[in-house]
């Protein structure tokens, strides 16, 4: 093999990270503060095992499942606005995000519905250990996703006004991966709650 067929090492673009520095040192922050409340999940889990066996039964399957569902949809379109913008159609870029607003939009709908129906059975986070744990957690969650979809209305008047395009769009890609980190702590909080007993 000579050295003309060795494969050249990555140049410093191909190396970079996704979005921006700023971003990640957020997504850090999140991913620690959820990583903490984890821990307490875990900790109060181990303490009261019987309530936490019995705690998924409580809650609404179907709300969670809808939830786990608009997030993942809207990932996807988010991820597929990413994708329009690097091969520079806008319009597309837009429409996708769009979609992606509308979808997420019925996330914290499903939790005020999920929120009516939980107290009107009794969850009302009266001091019952997994009621605490689990309105602590998906209310910080929802308050993420709340910011998410205020940073999404951002990209999508920046889109709207061509701020971006295919080589200058780290914005764009910036609130792609705050969205995808929300996502994926919702993947996290789903099954501990609604599944796990």
Same mark, same amino acid.
């Given at each position: 093999m000579d050295a $003309?067929? &060795?494969p050249l090492p990555a140049t410093p673009a191909e190396r970079r990270i996704p979005?921006?520095?700023g971003i990640w040192v957020g997504i850090y922050c999140e991913l620690t503060e959820f990583a903490l409340m984890f821990i307490v999940y875990f900790i109060a889990?181990?303490?009261h095992p019987e309530a936490f066996r019995a705690g998924p039964q409580q809650l609404s399957a179907l709300a969670g499942v809808t939830n786990t569902l608009i997030m993942l949809t809207s990932s996807y379109f988010v991820a597929r $606005?990413? &994708?329009?913008m690097r091969q520079d159609h806008a319009r597309r870029c837009l429409c996708w995000?769009?979609?992606?607003l509308l979808t997420g939009l019925g996330?914290?709908?499903?939790k005020y519905f999920e929120l009516r129906w939980n107290v009107a059975h009794g969850l009302s986070g009266n001091g019952e250990v997994f009621q605490m744990t689990y309105y602590y957690?998906?209310?910080?969650?929802l308050v993420h996703v709340s910011w998410g979809l205020l940073g999404m209305l951002w990209v999508m008047l920046r889109t709207a006004m061509g701020a971006y395009s295919s080589r200058d769009h780290a914005g764009l890609e910036a609130f792609a991966c705050y969205w995808h980190a929300t996502d994926l702590i919702w993947l996290m909080i789903f099954p501990l709650f609604y599944v796990l007993h």
């Amino acid at each position: 093999m000579d050295a $003309a067929s &060795l494969p050249l090492p990555a140049t410093p673009a191909e190396r970079r990270i996704p979005g921006n520095k700023g971003i990640w040192v957020g997504i850090y922050c999140e991913l620690t503060e959820f990583a903490l409340m984890f821990i307490v999940y875990f900790i109060a889990r181990a303490h009261h095992p019987e309530a936490f066996r019995a705690g998924p039964q409580q809650l609404s399957a179907l709300a969670g499942v809808t939830n786990t569902l608009i997030m993942l949809t809207s990932s996807y379109f988010v991820a597929r $606005a990413l &994708l329009a913008m690097r091969q520079d159609h806008a319009r597309r870029c837009l429409c996708w995000l769009g979609a992606a607003l509308l979808t997420g939009l019925g996330y914290p709908l499903v939790k005020y519905f999920e929120l009516r129906w939980n107290v009107a059975h009794g969850l009302s986070g009266n001091g019952e250990v997994f009621q605490m744990t689990y309105y602590y957690l998906t209310f910080n969650h929802l308050v993420h996703v709340s910011w998410g979809l205020l940073g999404m209305l951002w990209v999508m008047l920046r889109t709207a006004m061509g701020a971006y395009s295919s080589r200058d769009h780290a914005g764009l890609e910036a609130f792609a991966c705050y969205w995808h980190a929300t996502d994926l702590i919702w993947l996290m909080i789903f099954p501990l709650f609604y599944v796990l007993h």
